[in-house]
């Protein structure tokens, strides 16, 4: 009985820690796959921009596709784009928020909120 409560608090224990080491884990380890095809489809939107002058607009799913993104996806980013010429990756997991977010002022990834609305 005694060997079998200090077993159960021992695996409590060791989840909460590994738990908490996770969680505390810097997000290029953590979202490491997202990372990476985020900053490909950001490269594809830098190139578009570069030969067209200009973002794809943000209901141009025929572009859009073409530059990695997919409408109601949730394992790809969701676009945005102001008016000013900036534009913001997010991956909207459905649980409102922080996100993991990629803004093109910043050109970073963080876990935030999305600063530019889509109109």
């Not at 953590?30 to 939107?45: P, Q, V």
């Not at 997919?70 to 991956?91: C, I, Q, R, S």
Request: without cysteine; aromatic residues 10%; proline residues 4%.
């Amino acid at each position: 009985m005694k060997k079998t409560l200090i077993t159960s608090i021992t695996v409590i224990i060791l989840i909460i820690i590994s738990f908490t080491i996770y969680w505390n884990l810097p997000i290029e380890i953590t979202r490491k796959s997202d990372i990476k095809t985020g900053n490909e489809i950001i490269e594809n939107i830098e190139n578009y921009r570069t030969k067209s002058y200009k973002l794809p607009e943000v209901n141009d799913w025929q572009t859009l596709e073409q530059l990695g993104l997919e409408k109601d996806n949730h394992t790809k980013p969701v676009y945005t784009k102001d008016e000013k010429g900036n534009y913001e990756l997010f991956y909207d997991d459905g649980l409102g928020g922080p996100y993991l977010l990629w803004n093109s002022t910043e050109k970073k990834w963080t876990i935030d909120l999305p600063k530019i609305i889509s109109k």
